[in-house]
């Protein structure tokens, strides 16, 4: 026989179903977990005894615990099924055996286990409103805006539109400048040149240049052109001072 001591703490509680046969004496769960370890056999258990026993506990459980009482009942049925498999005729189609049976209640009873802990866990922590209280002034949340975009076609065509001319590559447009030429220089020089007064350079240029850079070319094309007609002998250049007006005046 297997035995096992229990307090007289153990048998006041209700809430464990403890089976007192002659190949066994302990809580059903204990029951199951030693069939499925092989260390107990099944066939030796009386059926009737057990369902007698818990009848007796589902009296005793009835008013406080019928929550558990239930538990225990399907773990009998378990148990009643796996003792007549056990003694019926082994079947090649039959399902698992019996310790394959027995090791699945086994986990279904150790998943319970672990359900009770956590009920059991979950109870004694700090309920609001017993234990702690939340603050009594409110918090205001935080207000989030998403934005909503309707999608039409013109829109999106516009957009397309103005992010293609950005990408569009610029055109650099240079001013068109006029620039004189030499043999202008010289008609204008030889044209407008009369009398023997020495006159400044700058003052045969023509009137309408209106950029400085036409204005520098005319210049220097005026100088080119002078110094071709003094070279020639029909007109003389005069400069009193390094970087001083250029005068001119016709040969008398």
Same mark, same amino acid.
Do not use: C
């Given at each position: 026989?297997?035995?096992?001591?229990?307090?007289?703490?153990?048998?006041?509680?209700?809430?464990?179903?403890?089976?007192?046969?002659?190949?066994?004496?302990?809580?059903?769960?204990?029951?199951?977990?030693?069939?499925?370890?092989?260390?107990?056999?099944?066939?030796?258990?009386?059926?009737?005894?057990?369902?007698?026993?818990?009848?007796?506990?589902?009296?005793?459980?009835?008013?406080?615990?019928?929550?558990?009482?239930?538990?225990?009942?399907?773990?009998?049925?378990?148990?009643?099924?796996?003792?007549?498999?056990?003694?019926?005729?082994?079947?090649?189609?039959?399902? !698992?055996?019996? #310790?394959?049976?027995? /090791?699945?209640? =086994? @986990?279904?009873?150790?998943? $319970?286990? %672990?359900?009770?802990?956590? &009920?059991?866990?979950?109870?004694?922590?700090?309920?609001?409103?017993?234990?702690?209280?939340?603050?009594?002034?409110?918090?205001?949340?935080?207000?989030?805006?998403?934005?909503?975009?309707?999608?039409?076609?013109?829109?999106?065509?516009?957009?397309?539109?103005?992010?293609?001319?950005?990408?569009?590559?610029?055109?650099?447009?240079?001013?068109?400048?006029?620039?004189?030429?030499?043999?202008?220089?010289?008609?204008?020089?030889?044209?407008?040149?009369?009398?023997?007064?020495?006159?400044?350079?700058?003052?045969?240029?023509? !009137?309408?240049? #209106?950029?400085?850079? /036409?204005?520098? =070319? @005319?210049?220097?094309?005026? $100088?080119? %052109?002078?110094?071709?007609? &003094?070279?020639?002998?029909?007109?003389?250049?005069?400069?009193?001072?390094?970087?001083?007006?250029?005068?001119?005046?016709?040969?008398?």
């Amino acid at each position: 026989m297997v035995a096992l001591g229990q307090s007289e703490a153990a048998k006041s509680d209700v809430s464990a179903f403890v089976v007192a046969l002659d190949e066994f004496e302990g809580p059903l769960d204990l029951l199951l977990e030693l069939a499925r370890a092989q260390k107990l056999d099944l066939k030796k258990i009386s059926l009737v005894a057990l369902a007698d026993q818990y009848l007796d506990y589902l009296k005793a459980a009835r008013a406080k615990q019928l929550e558990i009482a239930a538990e225990y009942l399907v773990m009998a049925a378990w148990l009643a099924y796996l003792k007549s498999q056990l003694l019926l005729p082994r079947d090649a189609n039959a399902d !698992p055996d019996a #310790a394959t049976m027995a /090791e699945a209640l =086994a @986990a279904r009873l150790r998943a $319970l286990e %672990a359900i009770r802990h956590a &009920a059991l866990w979950l109870e004694e922590r700090a309920a609001l409103g017993t234990a702690r209280f939340a603050r009594g002034a409110e918090e205001p949340l935080p207000k989030e805006t998403v934005p909503v975009f309707v999608a039409e076609l013109g829109a999106l065509l516009r957009a397309y539109g103005v992010t293609a001319k950005r990408q569009e590559v610029a055109r650099i447009r240079l001013p068109r400048h006029r620039f004189m030429t030499v043999d202008v220089a010289l008609a204008r020089l030889s044209q407008l040149l009369t009398g023997s007064d020495w006159r400044e350079l700058r003052s045969f240029l023509p !009137p309408e240049l #209106a950029s400085a850079v /036409e204005r520098r =070319a @005319a210049v220097a094309t005026s $100088l080119v %052109a002078s110094l071709e007609l &003094a070279r020639s002998g029909e007109i003389e250049l005069l400069q009193q001072q390094a970087f001083g007006p250029i005068l001119v005046r016709r040969r008398p």
